[in-house]
């Protein structure tokens, strides 16, 4: 059920004469009685829990005996600590939106961002988790609480000398209140051009102001807040379905009228409970021991301390017969109601370790370790108990004849002033407690199975990883942080959780456009277009794999984008430039750096068309032209050999008639010397040079025979 975001607490008044008010208030108290005893019994567990992680149990047993406490507890929270915040802000996005289709694509991108922008900057995102998970470490839980903060600030300032422009344009802002003015005036002398009479005008030359602004906060607040704050019913299964949850506050008379509610009716309740409890007080003290819930003694009214509760209850208000989750705020231990409206999302989270099934509050780490922590100490305290008795033994005297104060003082060559030789005799104690060291290995292993911190998987253990292959140091590695990856994997369901209320806290609330500024650019963010139900993925940077596993993963798939865009250019439909420009992000922020925005452009504006002279032709065009420009090689190719033949035959005929010839000379000689005969030697020449041109003719029609041929298969 949803209720109007701009109801004042006097509108919502008018809702609480439907509903029986001292009914109500007995429900409150029921549950709530039920839920503080429950949560009383958690609280001394976490209490003793605190005292272990800052080394002050188990407690010595004499102040004459070792008081050696050992801090397995505290260790092992340390040790995991960087790990999950490594794990969760690893990355500049920890929560992605995901879109529902291709038209929310952009949409969904710009949820992310602003979501993010909330968390990390408008908000301390690092120090609220880092405390919230080192709650849940220690204590069982950890709680993160957000909601819409409206309350009231008010900050006084002093101007000067401050011109009439200025001066008004102060008094234009709506958040601004006058304290105390004081004006200077000039003298101005106008002359009446009409009558000529001069008149003296005085007019305001400066002013001197003190203003106060008066600016509501307006933005969401995320906080994380003490366990012993937060009461859940006994039954409960988990925090959203619990019948009763409830967050007990101790706050001032200034802050409750900022918060909107009338200072009378605060400060008749001043009187009426100022601290939370006894139980939750012991709690707050076993973590900070300087702690004091009475506070400073001041005689203003304003500072007065208040205890405020909000109790998220099912509860029938409307009286329609069907109970729905009502806020209901109260004043004091007597549970005097201010204001009861009705609730959609519960602003508290809950983040646990390691939930037990069907229950709302599970273990954590210091649980398993606490038992450890406790035998160690007495062990190591025992070993240093057997060495001091060994280094320095007990003494046998006579009395009378030694003097005590020499036997009673340790200090090195001091001598003992005895009456007689042999009037002290010391008892020779053995050491005893090389015997316990291999009880404290076991302790040791006990504890890395129980948490998987270990030094092997620190890589700090040589005797495990020297001489030891690559993949074996991985898995053992690997094996050991599957504790605290599965610890990461609970923690990113309760992120899930916070950043959807998140979400919906900011769709509700957020009545204007919000100027941001994302990726070097400032960016116009209106939430309140924003759909309400988009699923949200968290984030978690954990695998199977080391970081520098994937590092080497990213490496070479950079290398293969790189040869397919050179290969097939950027357009192609395998890689473009926005996916190599995420490779390249993802790889800055494994290098430890959260702005690859400094070193690459990480949104890539797409590529303009490319013209078609600049585009690549297609292959089968290719084919087909190297085709035709090979068939036009071939019969280029056919007329160089018909030419070439042509000519060899030409000049072999040429040297049979010129061979011919000259044996025909030579004949003609044998005959004329022979027998004085005369030969017609002209008739024969032209006789032979007829049947050469005639050859020439024939091998000529057959060169131009065979290069028509060739320009017809071109």
């Known amino acids: 059920m949803e209720y109007d975001k701009d109801e004042t607490i006097d509108e919502l008044e008018g809702q609480q004469e439907s509903y029986d008010e001292e009914e109500l208030q007995g429900v409150l108290k029921s549950e709530m009685d039920d839920a503080r005893d429950f949560i009383d019994q958690i609280g001394q567990e976490r209490s003793e829990a605190t005292e272990y992680y800052l080394g002050e149990s188990p407690e010595g047993q004499s102040s004459m005996q070792s008081e050696f406490v050992s801090t397995d507890v505290r260790d092992s929270v340390l040790f995991m600590l960087p790990s999950i915040m490594r794990t969760f802000f690893g990355t500049n996005k920890i929560v992605e939106f995901i879109p529902k289709g291709p038209e929310d694509i952009a949409l969904a991108e710009q949820q992310t961002d602003y979501i993010n922008y909330i968390l990390q900057q408008k908000n301390p995102g690092f120090k609220v988790f880092y405390d919230a998970f080192k709650d849940a470490l220690i204590r069982k839980t950890g709680y993160v609480k957000a909601y819409w903060d409206d309350s009231i600030t008010a900050s006084t300032h002093s101007y000067t000398g401050i011109p009439p422009e200025a001066y008004q344009a102060l008094m234009l802002d709506p958040n601004v209140e006058l304290v105390k003015e004081k004006v200077e005036m000039e003298s101005m002398t106008l002359l009446d051009p009409s009558t000529g009479e001069e008149t003296t005008q005085e007019t305001p030359a400066s002013y001197d102001v003190t203003i106060r602004r008066i600016k509501p906060k307006d933005q969401v607040v995320i906080e994380a807040i003490p366990p012993e704050e937060v009461l859940i019913s006994r039954n409960a299964r988990d925090l959203h379905s619990s019948p009763y949850v409830a967050h007990r506050m101790v706050k001032t008379i200034s802050d409750l009228v900022a918060m909107g509610y009338d200072k009378d009716d605060m400060e008749q309740y001043a009187g009426s409970g100022n601290y939370v409890d006894a139980e939750a007080y012991e709690e707050e003290q076993a973590r900070n021991p300087a702690a004091d819930y009475t506070g400073v003694d001041r005689n203003d009214n304003n500072n007065k301390n208040i205890l405020y509760v909000e109790h998220y209850v099912f509860y029938d208000l409307d009286g329609d017969g069907i109970d729905e989750r009502i806020r209901v705020c109260t004043v004091g231990n007597g549970l005097n109601i201010v204001n009861s409206t009705p609730w959609d999302d519960l602003p508290i989270t809950l983040f646990c370790p390691d939930p037990e099934p069907h229950t709302s509050i599970g273990s954590c780490p210091a ?49 003992i002033r005895m009456r007689a030789p042999g009037m002290v005799q010391p008892f020779t104690v053995p050491f005893v407690g090389k015997e316990a060291f291999p009880v404290l290995s076991y302790l040791d292993e006990a504890k890395e199975n129980r948490t998987g911190v270990s030094k092997a998987s620190a890589g700090l253990n040589a005797e495990a990883l020297q001489s030891t292959t690559s993949a074996a140091v991985s898995a053992t590695m690997s094996g050991a942080q599957g504790r605290v990856e599965l610890i990461c994997r609970h923690f990113a369901d309760g992120m899930k959780d916070l ?134 090689n071939l019969g280029q190719k056919a007329i160089i050999d018909a030419e070439t033949d042509r000519m060899k035959i030409i000049m072999e005929d040429d040297r049979d008639r010129d061979q011919a010839l000259a044996d025909m000379q030579l004949k003609i000689a044998e005959l004329q010397a022979k027998y004085g005969a005369q030969v017609n030697v002209a008739e024969i020449n032209a006789i032979m040079e007829r049947d050469r041109e005639a050859l020439r003719q024939v091998a000529k029609n057959q060169a131009q025979g065979m290069f028509t041929n060739g320009n017809g298969a071109n």
């Open 367 to 415: 649980d398993y370790l606490m038992p450890i922590q406790a035998a160690k100490s007495q062990i190591m305290r025992d070993t240093l108990d057997s060495l001091g008795h060994a280094i320095f033994p007990r003494m046998g005297i006579v009395e009378g004849q030694v003097n005590i104060d020499d036997v009673l003082n340790t200090d090195i060559g001091q001598p």
């Open 499 to 632: 950043f959807k209320l998140v979400n919906n806290l900011v769709i509700k609330h957020q009545e204007k456009q919000d100027m941001i500024r994302l990726n070097n650019e400032f960016v116009p963010i209106d939430p309140r277009y924003w759909d309400i139900d988009k699923d949200i993925a968290i984030n978690v940077g954990i695998s199977k794999n080391s970081d520098e596993e994937k590092f080497q993963v990213l490496t070479s798939l950079a290398q293969k984008q790189e040869q397919i865009m050179q290969t097939l250019g950027p357009q192609n439909p395998l890689v473009n430039l926005q996916q190599y420009a995420n490779t390249l992000t993802k790889m800055i922020e494994m290098a430890g750096f959260q702005d690859a925005q400094s070193f690459i452009n990480t949104q890539v504006p797409p590529m303009p068309p490319q013209s078609p002279e600049e585009q690549k032709p297609d292959p089968a065009e290719i084919l087909a032209q190297a085709e035709a420009q090979k068939a036009q």
